[in-house]
């Protein structure tokens, strides 16, 4: 942390300023100059940025030059975060995940038939929404356990895991008695004691990003599970909302590329809500494989004009299909492998 003084800054408050980081156990290191006194505090990080600099007489201004994260980071931790999910499902450090199915599980048929048709097609997870976050209160909320109970059947007849959302603390142990990786929405990204709760929970969590969250804002809220013992976190671009209303929101890719660069977290890139538009999805997910994603999440139904949630975003099983040909060879050609072994 810096602390610039005020211009000709006398030399009794600059001793303030030091005798009080001093105080409370910080070194100050002082570059004095004709106009202008800089302090360059060394200390533990809470401890420093807990006191309260900002009004003394003659400070100008307090820089924090730590970031707010730690743990995520990669100068942290250098290599690859690598998740594994059940027994075969792997994502990270060379391994590219293929999250599959409905936005919202409706019944029985529906998802055993996308779950037999995602698994055909290579899908190295099962996705759906038994809890679902609509913006309007009358739109349908999803079947609560009754859904998780059908994912999880479907999913075990296919033998793929499970990625299901909590959308409330209060049902992320009844979430994680059904799920494999329990998936925090956009809208709860800043929910503190959701990730609070998660970072004690033994089950891999997938953060998607806030609607309108900055990278950093992402990386300190995946600080946060981490911070709680839970260091299994894969991190979702899931687009940002911007002033373009031809695609849902915008697909960030410039993201994707610098959350590799700044932590060793997995990365998912999820063009279905980040464009809302099926005819998208496919090109997306192979820009988003090139631009250094860990894994990709599709929402796919087997009957997409009936659909309880997310329609115009999801692909029939055969265009699923015709999505696997095209990431495939681009998941080689970068390197790496599907994330199943
Ligand atoms: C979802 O994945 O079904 C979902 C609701 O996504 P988001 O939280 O990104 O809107
Ligand atoms: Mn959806």
């Not at 969590?205 to 981490?226: D, H, Q």
Request: charged residues 25%; aromatic residues 4%; negative net charge.
């Amino acid at each position: 942390m810096l602390v610039v003084m005020r211009d000709h800054a006398s030399q009794p408050e600059i001793d303030h300023v030091v005798d009080l980081l001093v105080e409370a156990g910080a070194q100050a290191h002082l570059s004095q100059g004709e106009v202008k006194t800089i302090i360059g505090v060394i200390g533990e990080r809470e401890l420093i940025y807990s006191l309260e600099l900002e009004g003394l007489p003659g400070v100008e201004e307090v820089i924090r030059v730590l970031k707010p994260y730690k743990l995520v980071s990669r100068d942290f931790q250098a290599e690859d975060t690598v998740v594994r999910i059940g027994a075969h499902s792997v994502v990270g450090g060379g391994a590219v995940a293929v999250i599959a199915g409905p936005c919202s599980v409706e019944s029985e048929e529906q998802m055993l038939s996308v779950a037999r048709s995602v698994k055909a097609a290579g899908a190295t997870m099962l996705r759906g929404g038994a809890y679902k976050p609509r913006t309007s209160p009358y739109a349908f909320q999803g079947m609560g356990v009754e859904g998780l109970k059908l994912l999880r059947e479907a999913a075990n007849e296919v033998g793929l895991p499970v990625v299901t959302e909590v959308l409330d603390v209060r049902d992320a142990e009844t979430v994680a008695e059904w799920a494999d990786v329990l998936q925090v929405g956009a809208r709860n990204m800043q929910n503190f004691m959701m990730l609070e709760e998660l970072g004690s929970i033994s089950k891999p969590v997938l953060l998607k990003r806030g609607l309108s969250a900055t990278i950093e804002e992402v990386l300190s809220a995946a600080e946060y599970v981490l911070k709680g013992g839970n260091r299994e976190v894969m991190l979702c671009e899931r687009g940002i909302r911007t002033f373009e209303t031809y695609t849902r929101n915008t697909l960030d890719l410039a993201a994707v590329a610098a959350l590799k660069q700044l932590t060793h977290l997995p990365v998912i890139v999820d063009p279905s809500h980040a464009t809302g538009r099926r005819d998208l999805v496919a090109v997306m997910c192979r820009a988003g494989i090139v631009a250094g994603a860990d894994g990709i999440m599709v929402e796919v139904h087997p009957d997409p004009e009936h659909a309880k949630c997310d329609g115009p975003q999801s692909l029939r099983p055969e265009s699923f299909e015709e999505l696997m040909e095209g990431v495939v060879p681009l998941i080689r050609m970068t390197g790496r492998h599907l994330g199943w072994e």
